[in-house]
């Protein structure tokens, strides 16, 4: 079993910018496609970026296009997302989450439904 714990959340202005990290822990953190996910209140859970094993093929929403930047360090077992140019509608708990049943996989997987590990989230709040 994988263990994730994200961190780097917290209260930013509009246009700011935060980290996020996500350590793993458990299995080889390399072998998988790594996903982030936002859940805002009253809102079902939506794929925001993925990167997959070798960090070679990654896939952003629409929303955060040009913004947002998905990353992993296989050596620290770490996933990142840098987000940039944060708006309120980016306001949200903020997830990281692996696909342990596919090894090397070059493709993304952009629902929730395909990924089978999940860290406890940490919240961003982007303020107006």
């Known amino acids: 079993q994988v263990q994730l714990v994200e961190s780097g959340g917290g209260l930013v202005q509009a246009g700011g910018s935060l980290r996020l990290s996500c350590a793993a822990s458990?299995?080889?953190?390399?072998?998988?496609?790594m996903g982030w996910f936002r859940q805002a209140p009253g809102k079902e859970r939506e794929f925001v970026a993925g990167?997959?094993?070798?960090?070679?093929?990654?896939y952003y929403v629409d929303s955060v296009k040009g913004r947002f930047t998905i990353s992993r360090d296989n050596a620290k077992n770490t996933l990142y997302l840098e987000m940039n140019g944060l708006k309120p509608e980016d306001t949200a708990v903020y997830y990281c989450?692996?696909?342990?049943?596919?090894?090397?996989?070059?493709?993304?997987?952009?629902?929730?439904?395909?990924?089978?590990?999940w860290g406890q989230g940490t919240q961003v709040t982007v303020s107006s």
């Open positions: 458990g299995r080889t953190f390399s072998l998988y496609t």
């Open positions: 990167i997959n094993w070798s960090g070679l093929s990654t």
């Open positions: 989450a692996t696909d342990t049943d596919r090894v090397y996989s070059n493709s993304v997987a952009r629902s929730s439904y395909e990924y089978n590990a």
